[in-house]
């Protein structure tokens, strides 16, 4: 009889640890069908913790309602990010392009082999292949039209849709700001009234710290990019604009960003104008890192 209970017992356990790794393994894979989901609700609430504390400044300062300071405030940030993106993105495109073709030209490829299967045919049937081939080339380019026309569209309408979630998100995690301490008082040990006030010096601490943060990182990465842009144009340095976007970006790399940054500047000198110029670049991004740091 207690052999019996014994090996009922085990087996109880052996089927609850089954169980539970089983809804283990489920919340991880569902919480991976959501990924990109959760990503959006972490992004919007990091910039609503950054915005925050200007949103209450405008309502002690100025009286303006909250909501009505998150809605502006947001609209400002809109309409400089729609400003910067009409102004940098012709030319960010075009010296992109050119950064591109200057990058192919490096490598010479008149030196190759003639490696052609044509080479090895008759004329004939060299002159019959090649006229499939334009055939072919030309009902390629059709399709691969459209469907750059469906790509270009499916990406404008994704990100459209996704930016007004952000932003949608942005104002409702500032403005129910307070209240998000009740929604996750409750895994708190201790009183309601001890694991409300508990959970409200947690997000405060968090929007302080956090949106600190954010928004010393983001003034950082503007006066990178800006100050960038300015000292290879100085320099002389071809295609400085797209080569300060990627310093911009990259900047919010901890260490070895600025370093990632400098590398095609580097090599872009030293094959387009000279090793001089090359050595002229390390030295300007050396010492913009020291004064950054």
């Known amino acids: 009889m207690k052999d019996t209970l014994n090996h009922q017992l085990f087996a109880q356990r052996v089927l609850l640890g089954i169980g539970l790794t089983l809804s283990v393994i489920g919340s991880l894979y569902g919480l991976y069908l959501i990924r990109e989901i959760l990503l ?41 990010l ?53 055939i072919q080339a030309l009902f390629s380019r059709f399709g691969q039209s459209i469907t750059g026309l469906l790509g270009i569209f499916n990406s404008v309408m994704t990100t459209l849709i996704l930016t007004v979630t952000l932003f949608v998100l942005m104002y409702y995690f500032i403005v129910s700001y307070d209240h998000l301490a009740r929604s996750f008082a409750w895994m708190l040990p201790g009183k309601k009234e001890e694991r409300i006030a508990r959970a409200t010096r947690m997000l405060e601490n968090i929007s302080y710290q956090l949106g600190g943060w954010i928004r010393g990182r983001l003034i950082v990465m503007i006066l990178i ?15 400085a604009l797209p080569l300060a976007i990627a310093a911009t ?40 890192q020291q004064v950054e740091s």
């Open 225 to 239: 990019g800006i100050i960038t842009y300015i000292g290879l144009s100085l320099i002389g340095v071809p295609y």
């Open 82 to 134: 729609a400003a910067f993106i009409a102004v940098v993105l012709p030319p960010l495109t075009r010296e992109s392009g050119q950064l591109v073709t200057a990058a192919t030209k490096v490598i010479d490829v008149s030196t190759l082999p003639d490696l052609r299967f044509e080479s090895l045919v008759n004329q004939d049937v060299d002159q019959l292949s090649r006229t499939f081939d334009s």
């Open 40 to 80: 959006l609700f972490f992004v919007a609430f990091i910039f609503a913790s950054a915005m925050r504390p200007t949103v209450l400044k405008l309502k002690r300062s100025f009286g303006i309602p909250q909501p009505i300071a998150v809605f502006g405030l947001q609209l400002a940030l809109f309409v400089v």
């Open 249 to 288: 970006l990259l900047e919010i790399v901890p260490n070895i960003g600025p370093i990632l940054s400098a590398v095609p500047a580097v090599i872009l000198a030293f094959f387009v104008v000279s090793p001089v110029m090359a050595l002229v670049v390390i030295i300007f991004y050396t010492l913009l």
